[in-house]
T-cell receptor, first 113, second 112 residues
Framework: GAVVSQHPSWVICKSGTSVKIECRSL??????MFWYRQFPKQSLMLMAT?????????EQGVEKDKFLINHASLTLSTLTVTSAHPEDSSFYIC?????????FGPGTRLTVL | GENVEQHPSTLSVQEGDSAVIKCTYS??????FPWYKQELGKRPQLIID?????GEKKDQRIAVTLNKTAKHFSLHITETQPEDSAVYFC???????????FGRGTSLIVHP
């Protein structure tokens, strides 16, 4: 199956700093990628849909100025958590679609101190 | 929008028993139903999927059934093994946009 990578796998940062997470489709081109957030023992919550070459579409309640998404190429999307706070600590997972199937990255564990 | 309900939230079985997880969806336009398995701290992995033109699909010990009229679909795992222990998510989406809506997940525990 298709492979999606994500970097970094975990990050610890101080409150107020910004963190960038990369999502790459390794063996296929993805015009659309998705960013999810998952709290412990909860489901995947879609944050935004990232479209190559255009602005991301954010879900209701997700601050677009706080969670900056850039999809500059068909294989790379980035999520930047700006001015991170402890409540932003979570597991962030990206995914990319190949045909009708969605493939997930390994996730990034963000801890904001 | 689509709403997916998943039950039970926790399922505990003995090794060798069968496990069934059920989901319902609200949007009759949904036509693609994948199931994902997520082990602790890892990515969700697609284990089986079904499209609306099929009523049942089987892959070794895993099967999925779909009832379009009732808008529900189920995951069946037979001869469960300890390594089946994980959180399972159902999802529903329409084939065009492919933005799946996930259920809340079922934590399956298989006791040796």
């Amino acid at each position: 199956g298709a492979v999606v990578s994500q970097h970094p796998s975990w990050v610890i940062c101080k409150s107020g700093t910004s963190v960038k997470i990369e999502c790459r489709s390794l063996d296929f081109q993805a015009t659309t990628m998705f960013w999810y957030r998952q709290f412990p023992k909860q489901s995947l919550m879609l944050m935004a849909t990232s479209n190559e070459g255009s602005k991301a579409t954010y879900e209701q309640g997700v601050e677009k100025d706080k969670f900056l998404i850039n999809h500059a190429s068909l294989t790379l999307s980035t999520l930047t958590v700006t001015s991170a706070h402890p409540e932003d600590s979570s597991f962030y997972i990206c995914s990319a679609s190949s045909r009708d199937t969605q493939y997930f990255g390994p996730g990034t564990r963000l801890t904001v101190l | 929008g689509e709403n997916v309900e998943q039950h039970p939230s926790t399922l505990s079985v003995q090794e060798g028993d069968s496990a069934v997880i059920k989901c319902t969806y609200s949007d009759s336009a949904s036509n693609y139903f994948p199931w994902y398995k997520q082990e602790l701290g890892k990515r969700p992995q697609l284990i089986i999927d079904i499209r609306s033109n099929v009523g049942e699909k089987k892959d070794q010990r895993i099967a999925v059934t779909l009832n379009k009229t009732a808008k529900h679909f189920s995951l069946h795992i037979t001869e469960t093994q300890p390594e089946d222990s994980a959180v399972y998510f159902c999802a529903a989406s329409t084939g065009g946009s492919y933005i799946p809506t996930f259920g809340r997940g079922t934590s399956l525990i298989v006791h040796p």
